[in-house]
């Protein structure tokens, strides 16, 4: 998303500072760059966390800060912070990507999204259940979503390691499992984990988002009306009981997905504008002194922005601020976890024994099994050019849980800093083994020659049935 089409980059002279910046930009504009960084911080996090100064991680994130405006005061913890306000923003993403799933992607028709939904509604319920079946009577029992999500950044990244081993439709499957399974997560967030709520705050959310959905009918697109009505939302939301978080999705299912003009109309103007551009502002001499070029400039500007839609544009520029600072802070502030003691008591706890089986176990036999009986319905077809094999180590990369499962832990078990920290070595094992095992798994996997859909033992007919 960030790179885009090299072969639409223009060509520009090389200066020194692009050769300092160039391999950096190359790790940016990587797939599996975002997926390297949080394991980066995630390691960081865990030596801080258990090294002689790790006093001074609880101390950092724990400290408190704060504003203070007249008589309104807001003031939280560093890790709360990160928590409830970056990882707002993480979440209107998050939205956004559904939101555009829902109008043109993988989730628009039925025929498209059986199989990826059938797929993550098996990936949430059977982790969700053997959680339950190993904590069942106990006062764990709240951590039942924690092996329930899947985080997309680093399932993702694994696959970008295999580079050309696994089709894009595994990719395209992949994400769409993850966008409905981010919908499953906020729901549950907005249902299950919410405190005791305030109807004031409540009603004040809710007349926040009724303006925000009138601004959407009258087709405002300045984004800085949506900032300021979405920081209200997010105060609303964090005094209300329901998580923070949740205004985040809430803003991004208002934000516009129109366009002002059409393609036709742009490729028309564009080429008008081209044109104006070569008689007004042609030759090599600089635009500062040809104001008619620049006023085509800013023109063919304007026309770029309109015929774009504030979604896609907000989407496009967030993303790489989510990928490359809001997660990594967030594993920074999160996965720092105690490994001294008694670590194979806590790896064999009830609580941690539920979360590994449930994404290693559950997820694994509940994407494949939920999007096997969706094929075999006739509901969907296998991801175009990919075997089962390959949609099988898919699932065990859906068992990556980390970012999603470590932000479920810290609602459900928030009032228990040990059962936290007993979650935390759960997901980090139970993550770990699905990467490993699914990087392995498609790694072993014979790619599909292009054109030839019965390559493989375990290939299989759009029924769900194998051809040998």
């Avoid at 997560?185 to 709520?197: E, M, N, P, R």
Wanted: aromatic fraction near 10%.
């Amino acid at each position: 998303m960030a790179g885009g089409d090299a072969s639409l980059r223009p060509d520009r002279a090389e200066r020194p500072i692009d050769w300092l910046l160039l391999p950096f930009q190359s790790f940016f504009r990587a797939e599996a760059a975002s997926g390297i960084l949080l394991l980066i911080c995630t390691a960081a996090a865990l030596f801080w966390a258990n090294s002689p100064w790790r006093a001074s991680y609880h101390d950092f994130w724990h400290a408190y800060a704060g504003l203070t405006i007249g008589s309104f005061t807001l003031k939280l913890s560093v890790q709360h912070w990160v928590n409830d306000a970056l990882m707002a923003a993480f979440f209107f993403v998050v939205g956004l990507e559904i939101k555009r799933e829902i109008i043109a992607g993988e989730l628009a028709s039925f025929r498209k999204a059986a199989v990826p939904i059938a797929a993550a509604i098996g990936g949430m319920a059977l982790p969700a259940l053997v959680y339950v079946f190993i904590n069942w009577g106990q006062d764990t029992i709240n951590g039942w979503a924690i092996p329930a999500a899947t985080d997309i950044a680093f399932a993702l990244g694994v696959l970008a390691l295999l580079g050309k081993r696994v089709p894009t439709s595994l990719k395209v499957f992949l994400t769409a499992v993850a966008i409905v399974d981010d919908i499953g997560a906020v729901l549950i967030i907005a249902l299950f984990y919410s405190g005791d709520l305030s109807m004031t705050a409540l009603a004040a959310a809710g007349g926040i988002t009724a303006v925000l959905v009138l601004a959407n009918l009258l087709h405002v697109r300045w984004p800085l009306a949506y900032a300021v009505l979405g920081i209200a939302l997010w105060l609303a939301f964090l005094y209300s009981g329901v998580h923070a978080t949740i205004a985040g999705v809430v803003l991004a299912l208002t934000i516009p997905a129109r366009v002002r003009i059409d393609g036709g109309d742009f490729v028309a103007f564009a080429q008008k504008a081209l044109d104006a551009f070569r008689v007004r502002a042609g030759g090599k001499e600089s635009l500062l002194t040809k104001p008619g070029g620049q006023a085509v400039v800013h023109a063919l500007e304007e026309a770029c922005e309109h015929v774009q839609t504030p979604l896609v544009r907000l989407e496009h520029a967030l993303h790489p601020w989510v990928a490359f600072v809001i997660m990594p802070v967030f594993a920074l502030a999160n996965a720092g976890v105690s490994l001294g003691g008694d670590l194979a008591a806590a790896l064999f706890s009830a609580p941690s024994l539920g979360i590994m089986l449930g994404l290693i176990v559950g997820k694994q036999v509940g994407v494949t099994l939920l999007a096997w009986l969706a094929i075999r319905g006739r509901i969907g077809t296998l991801p175009e050019g990919s075997t089962w094999r390959q949609v099988y180590g898919a699932s065990w990369l859906a068992g990556i849980g980390f970012t999603m499962s470590l932000f479920i832990a810290g609602l459900a078990f928030k009032d228990s800093p040990e059962l936290l920290e007993t979650a935390k070595i759960g997901i980090l094992a139970g993550s770990l083994i699905s990467g490993v095992a699914g990087y392995v798994i498609l790694r072993m996997t014979p790619a599909m020659v292009p054109g030839n859909q019965t390559h493989g033992a375990d290939s299989a007919n759009s029924d769900g049935s194998s051809t040998v």
